[in-house]
């Protein structure tokens, strides 16, 4: 158990910072979080500053509000079926509000780097507040900066050559720049849909160049919200297969995704590569619906990948193609977790890879030697569920780790199983080259959080503690196992490791009860 009441220090006042804080706090810890926008929300806070990740002011989130939320925290019924970036952020302002946070958060508090101290008993926080240079010793911290942070921008041949706009999509806040302008915008995936759909009604020309193909999914699939046919027993069933038969397992989705894609967009010109597209267990699809509507009415051009410049305003590109008229490129790359704040992180390259180092995280979250202090929530590429739904879940799992309610291995068993870890990333990388290396084993990383959290999912199992629940409360059985997946599940069972909620009951009931207006005509 705990001695005294330890400080600890949270960085990102994203979701995940917020639960962390709100969590910790209620657990006995004495928080400070430091944010370095002026608001809550994390990337959802809209910001002008061009080397903030932001949600654009017409992003829609791609999942539902009824799978969406904080565990104690339900949805307003007031929002529409998909959040926009302010309500968003006005749903994580209201939560910071009701549980009484912003006393502990300092804004406008730019992260430098998080060291151990001389005598490496405390963490040194390096912060910039109000532009003034601060040193702060805690004796725990935690990263929720997010892995959307770092900017991974390609370096293309002969850019020096190009007198054109050449950013990444981090920088892109408005269309209004590029009116009437011929713009490439490099990527298919969700960012680059979202940029395109802006610019297509106001630039001269729009293209999309990209190297490969990439799984194109709806927030619609006939009449309801995507995201509702994941249900609690359909997870369950997939991470089993995912755990024992992992061969079958990517075989029988990938073919799902085709069936998917083929009834969904119909045929597709070849031309436009979109298909064939790689293993959406190696790699996240894209919810750029539109650039399929686009390529199909004409008013996008699907072009192969840049190869280089060749002069101020030419572009060569993978096939041979040569366009002498481009005013701008905007670099949808996506983004790298940033541990240049956190040099204390070790990286290690295990046996036959050719990626980039690995962070030796264990579980991706703990490094080994700092197991008992630190934690980073910005490495566990396929590892959440739906939205904000499992900030708490990690919340509570760190907090009881760190209390003394959940043990964890020795250092030595947690640097074997790091090795382990990066054996298995390096097979998925040889499956596939442009894999995350932060990607985890669902089942494996889901598995533990849950154990190490206390939520009780056991009780929804097939195991005798599913059976039980099932004969005692059939009801509720069947919503949160057959339902809509909802994070208040995970705060309704009493099990003595963390606080549960009681108005997760009728929160879980009245999640299931909004969702019977579905299928709704017209929504496709």
């Known amino acids: 158990m705990m001695k005294g009441q330890p400080t600890v220090a949270v960085i990102g006042a994203g979701s995940s910072g917020l639960s962390m804080l709100k969590v910790l706090r209620e657990d006995g810890f004495k928080v400070t979080l430091y944010e370095r926008r002026s608001q809550v929300g994390g990337l ?59 006393k502990d958060i300092v804004f406008n508090a730019f992260l430098k780097r998080v060291v151990r101290n001389e005598d490496d008993t405390k963490w040194q926080v390096e912060v910039v507040v109000d532009g003034k240079h601060q040193v702060l010793e805690y004796d725990k911290v935690v990263l929720c900066h997010g892995y959307q942070t770092k900017a991974k921008m390609p370096d293309f041949e002969g850019r020096e050559k190009f007198e054109g706009t050449l950013i990444h999509s981090q920088a892109y806040r408005s269309p209004d720049a590029f009116a009437g302008k011929k713009v490439v915008v490099v990527g298919i995936g969700s960012t680059a849909g979202d940029i395109i759909k802006e610019l297509i009604p106001v630039a001269g020309k729009v293209y999309a160049s990209h190297r490969r193909g990439t799984l194109i999914v709806q927030k619609w699939r ?3 919200p995507a995201d509702l046919l994941i249900t609690r027993r359909r997870r369950q069933i997939t991470m089993f297969l995912q755990r024992n038969f992992p061969n079958v397992s990517r075989a029988v989705v990938d073919l799902g995704c085709k069936y998917i894609m083929r009834s969904t967009w119909g045929r597709l010109d070849p031309a436009w590569r979109i298909t064939p597209f790689p293993s959406i267990t190696l790699t996240l699809p894209s919810t750029g619906a539109n650039i399929i509507t686009s390529l199909k009415d004409g008013t996008l051009t699907s072009l192969h990948g840049i190869k280089r410049f060749v002069g101020p ?10 366009l002498d008229d481009i005013d701008a490129v905007i670099c949808a790359t996506g983004y790298s977790a940033d541990f240049d704040v956190a040099p ?6 295990p046996p036959n890879y050719g990626g980039q180092p690995i962070a030796r995280l264990w579980m991706n979250l703990f490094p080994p030697r700092y197991a008992d202090s630190a934690c980073l929530l910005c490495y566990s590429g396929f590892g959440k569920n739906n939205g904000f739904s499992f900030s708490d879940v990690v919340s509570m799992a760190v907090s009881n780790i760190w209390r003394g309610v959940h043990p964890i291995p020795s250092r030595e068993d947690m640097e074997k199983q790091v090795d382990a870890h990066q054996k298995w990333v390096a097979s998925r990388w040889r499956l596939d080259n442009n894999i995350d290396p932060s990607m985890v084993k669902q089942w494996e990383f889901q598995g533990f959080l849950h154990d190490a959290a206390g939520t009780g999912m056991e009780n929804l199992g097939w195991g005798w503690k599913g059976w039980k629940f099932w004969f005692q409360d059939r009801e509720m059985y069947n919503l949160m196992n057959h339902g809509v997946e909802t994070a208040h599940a995970f705060r309704f069972f009493e099990t003595g490791k963390r606080r549960a909620w009681p108005g997760a009951r009728e929160a879980i009931i009245q999640a299931n009860r909004a969702v019977k207006i579905f299928p709704v005509k017209g929504m496709k």
């Open 44 to 102: 959802w806070a809209y910001s002008e500053d061009p080397t903030m990740t932001t949600a654009l002011r017409s992003t829609e989130a791609n999942i539902s509000k009824y799978t969406c939320g904080m565990t104690d925290f339900p949805m307003p019924d007031k929002y529409p079926h998909h959040l926009s970036q302010a309500q968003f952020q006005e749903y994580m302002e209201s939560y910071a509000k009701h549980f009484d946070m912003l």
């Open 222 to 224: 006939n009449g309801s």
């Open 313 to 322: 305003r030419s572009i060569e590109f993978d096939d041979g193609t040569v």
């Open 344 to 349: 204390f992180v070790e990286k290690s390259c």
